[in-house]
């Protein structure tokens, strides 16, 4: 299945669901087109009961993402600019995806590429990879959530560094400050992605987003709240199909098969 006019490939794979994003030539650049399909697409998986797991790439072998297509900032007002972050919500809509949401990071991932990939869950990195926020050199600073995701990930001085600067970091580095979870071969990279969003699939899909529901609020949470919010969830949890069949698995010593009741 393609979307947005071949700019976004979906491909299938059980319960999971592969997104490649398809302008190699421009760097997979996000433009107009790949916000639109990328938007539209995490809706439609996201209420499609056969998909549990969902993982993002770059098409090529150079960019994940390498930002936002500059070509389309020439010429436009401040209010328009502003207009088309919210017309196209790309970074709110993986902010919001209610399932896992796995990146692989096949090359460079710079400004809105790496917005877009702090957004996500998990970020698995090709090491080959290189990350970095250079709208300063643009003259301007991240729109996508770069201010904001960045410190809470990397901490404040080396959030700071990198905006500050616009200047790449490498693999290694970004594993070491904690901007990506997992560095592994480029050649081992999809497989890796994929082999961990399967083990993640044959979960409970209750369980994965009530978790998901709980980890996203403790951003935003004091702790006391946070905790009573995470008693609620599991006392909801309790109520469900997949919890009496886990339960009953376990003891039986056997493979629980969920199914997301």
Same mark, same amino acid.
């Given at each position: 299945?393609?979307?947005?006019?071949?700019?976004?490939?979906?491909? %299938?794979?059980? %319960?999971?669901?592969?997104?490649?994003?398809?302008?190699?030539?421009?760097?997979?650049?996000?433009?107009?087109d790949?916000?639109?399909?990328?938007?539209?697409?995490?809706? $439609?998986?996201?209420?499609?009961?056969?998909?549990?797991?969902?993982?993002?790439?770059?098409?090529?072998?150079k =960019?994940?993402?390498?930002?936002?297509?500059?070509?389309?900032?020439?010429?436009?007002?401040?209010i328009e600019?502003?207009?088309?972050?919210?017309?196209?919500?790309?970074?709110?809509?993986?902010?919001?995806?209610?399932?896992?949401?796995?990146?692989?990071?096949? /090359?460079l991932?710079?400004?809105? /590429?790496?917005?877009?990939?702090?957004?996500?869950?998990?970020?698995?990195?090709?090491? %080959?990879?290189?990350?970095?926020?250079?709208?300063?050199?643009?003259?301007?600073?991240?729109?996508?959530g770069?201010?904001?995701?960045?410190? %809470?990930?990397?901490?404040?001085?080396?959030?700071?560094?990198?905006?500050?600067? /616009?200047?790449m970091?490498? =693999?290694? $580095?970004a594993?070491?400050? /904690?901007?990506?979870?997992?560095v592994v071969?480029?050649?081992?990279?999809?497989?890796?992605?994929?082999?961990?969003?399967?083990?993640?699939?044959?979960?409970?899909p209750? =369980?994965?987003?009530?978790i998901?529901?709980?980890?996203?609020?403790?951003?935003?949470?004091?702790?006391?709240q946070?905790?009573?919010?995470?008693?609620?969830?599991?006392?909801?949890?309790?109520s469900?199909?997949?919890?009496?069949?886990?339960?009953?698995?376990?003891?039986?010593?056997?493979?629980?098969?969920?199914?997301g009741?």
């Amino acid at each position: 299945m393609t979307t947005g006019e071949e700019v976004l490939s979906v491909a %299938r794979d059980g %319960r999971v669901a592969m997104l490649i994003v398809n302008r190699p030539s421009r760097l997979n650049a996000l433009n107009r087109d790949v916000c639109e399909a990328l938007v539209r697409t995490l809706g $439609e998986l996201d209420r499609d009961p056969e998909v549990q797991v969902v993982v993002l790439t770059g098409a090529g072998d150079k =960019a994940f993402i390498a930002g936002a297509d500059i070509t389309e900032f020439e010429g436009r007002t401040p209010i328009e600019q502003v207009r088309a972050l919210d017309l196209l919500p790309v970074y709110s809509a993986a902010e919001v995806f209610s399932k896992p949401f796995i990146v692989a990071i096949n /090359g460079l991932c710079l400004g809105g /590429g790496c917005e877009l990939a702090m957004a996500a869950d998990i970020r698995i990195a090709s090491d %080959r990879a290189r990350f970095g926020q250079p709208e300063i050199n643009l003259g301007i600073i991240p729109g996508g959530g770069g201010t904001q995701r960045l410190p %809470r990930l990397v901490g404040l001085g080396q959030a700071y560094k990198m905006l500050y600067t /616009g200047a790449m970091i490498d =693999a290694a $580095e970004a594993l070491r400050t /904690g901007l990506v979870d997992e560095v592994v071969a480029a050649d081992a990279l999809l497989d890796r992605a994929q082999s961990l969003a399967a083990t993640i699939a044959a979960k409970s899909p209750v =369980a994965l987003r009530l978790i998901k529901e709980a980890v996203k609020a403790s951003a935003r949470m004091p702790l006391d709240q946070g905790l009573r919010l995470e008693s609620a969830l599991f006392g909801l949890a309790f109520s469900t199909e997949d919890k009496v069949e886990g339960v009953a698995a376990f003891l039986a010593k056997r493979e629980a098969t969920f199914v997301g009741r």
